[in-house]
């Protein structure tokens, strides 16, 4: 299903998966999220699994969050971890903590703050 070679049929698979909250996809969605060479599935995959919610997703989140070479993915896979609750104040979130800071850091190399001190990319 999600091997399909049209990116425009993988994409539309994976952001339906997501509306529709389908557990069984689970697998599926960590698979490319990880593992689709194309950018755009796997920023879906990581909002799939967000709107999905299940907790169990939360090594594949961590492993995008902290190891994609994309932005874009990172910050999905971020948001996704805080839509389910995996990030906790006192817990021990230090690789959480290095790869926003890491973030941070890129995105003020890449890019400028707008009015909100919100960092845009230029």
């Given at each position: 299903?999600?091997?399909?070679?049209?990116?425009?049929?993988?994409?539309?698979?994976?952001?339906?998966?997501?509306?529709?909250?389908?557990?069984?996809a689970i697998p599926s969605?960590?698979?490319?999220?990880?593992?689709?060479?194309?950018?755009?599935?796997?920023?879906?995959?990581?909002?799939?699994?967000?709107?999905?919610?299940?907790?169990?997703?939360?090594?594949?989140?961590?492993?995008?969050?902290?190891?994609?070479?994309?932005?874009?993915?990172?910050?999905?896979?971020?948001e996704a971890l805080g839509?389910?609750?995996?990030?906790?104040?006192?817990?021990?979130?230090?690789?959480?903590?290095?790869?926003?800071?890491?973030?941070?850091?890129?995105?003020?190399?890449?890019?400028?703050?707008?009015?909100?001190?919100?960092?845009?990319?230029?």
């Amino acid at each position: 299903m999600l091997k399909d070679t049209s990116l425009s049929v993988r994409k539309k698979i994976v952001v339906a998966l997501g509306e529709i909250g389908y557990p069984e996809a689970i697998p599926s969605l960590c698979i490319a999220l990880l593992e689709d060479k194309n950018i755009n599935i796997r920023e879906k995959a990581a909002e799939a699994l967000g709107k999905i919610g299940d907790p169990k997703v939360a090594d594949a989140l961590s492993k995008a969050l902290l190891n994609d070479k994309n932005r874009n993915v990172r910050r999905k896979s971020a948001e996704a971890l805080g839509k389910i609750g995996n990030y906790s104040p006192g817990a021990d979130n230090r690789k959480f903590d290095r790869a926003a800071k890491n973030q941070r850091q890129s995105d003020k190399r890449n890019g400028c703050q707008d009015s909100h001190g919100t960092n845009r990319q230029i």
